[in-house]
T-cell receptor, first 115, second 107 residues
Framework: GAVVSQHPSWVICKSGTSVKIECRSL??????MFWYRQFPKQSLMLMATSNEGSKATYEQGVEKDKFLINHASLTLSTLTVTSAHPEDSSFYIC???????????FGEGSWLTVV | QKEVEQNSGPLSVPEGAIASLNCTYSDRGSQSFFWYRQYSGKSPELIMS????GDKEDGRFTAQLNKASQYVSLLIRDSQPSDSATYLC???????FGAGTRLTVKP
């Protein structure tokens, strides 16, 4: 079946540095991808909707200059957490909408720890 | 406000019973609806997608879509302890989730 792959699965970075997380749709083209953040025992929070070839749409309260999203192709979207701080430590998950618009698949998620 | 609202609270059923999960949606454009299961510390996994009115069955799972009443539901037959998880529903026009429904299946 369709697969959405995220990389890295987990990453530790120093406070003040930037980290990039990739989201790839492996066997389908995704015109739209979604980025989420989830803190332990809390709900999935939609951060932004990423459309191929255009600027991402950010949810209210999400800083677009801090969470840079690039969706340069129909199979790849990236989330860059800039100037990361310990409070950015979280589980980041992407999902992708297939081109027909019928199904949305989630990636495996990426654990970010900022020390 | 989210287009799809999940309005069933924590649910506990005995093993072997039927678990019923429900969502309602407002008429803002979603044509396809999805049910996901999320285990603690893992990302959601797709259980069912449905876009036609009526029932769609896959093994022990049945998704129901009623466009007239604007609700989508998921039935889990012969519930197993391994079904214990948080279940999320969403629409292709609104992928914001609430807390989901925490299902516990007791042996």
């Amino acid at each position: 079946g369709a697969v959405v792959s995220q990389h890295p699965s987990w990453v530790i970075c120093k406070s003040g540095t930037s980290v990039k997380i990739e989201c790839r749709s492996l066997d389908f083209q995704a015109t739209t991808m979604f980025w989420y953040r989830q803190f332990p025992k809390q709900s999935l929070m939609l951060m932004a909707t990423s459309n191929e070839g255009s600027k991402a749409t950010y949810e209210q309260g999400v800083e677009k200059d801090k969470f840079l999203i690039n969706h340069a192709s129909l199979t790849l979207s990236t989330l860059t957490v800039t100037s990361a701080h310990p409070e950015d430590s979280s589980f980041y998950i992407c999902s992708a909408l297939d081109r027909a618009g019928n199904t949305i698949y989630f990636g495996e998620g990426s654990w970010l720890t900022v020390v | 406000q989210k287009e799809v609202e999940q309005n069933s609270g924590p649910l506990s059923v005995p093993e072997g019973a039927i678990a019923s999960l429900n969502c309602t949606y407002s008429d803002r454009g979603s044509q396809s609806f999805f049910w996901y299961r999320q285990y603690s510390g893992k990302s959601p996994e797709l259980i069912m997608s449905i876009y036609s009115n009526g029932d769609k069955e896959d093994g022990r799972f049945t998704a129901q879509l009623n466009k007239a009443s604007q609700y989508v539901s998921l039935l889990i037959r012969d519930s197993q302890p391994s079904d214990s998880a948080t279940y999320l529903c969403g629409g292709n026009n609104d992928m914001r989730f609430g807390a989901g429904t925490r299902l516990t299946v007791k042996p």
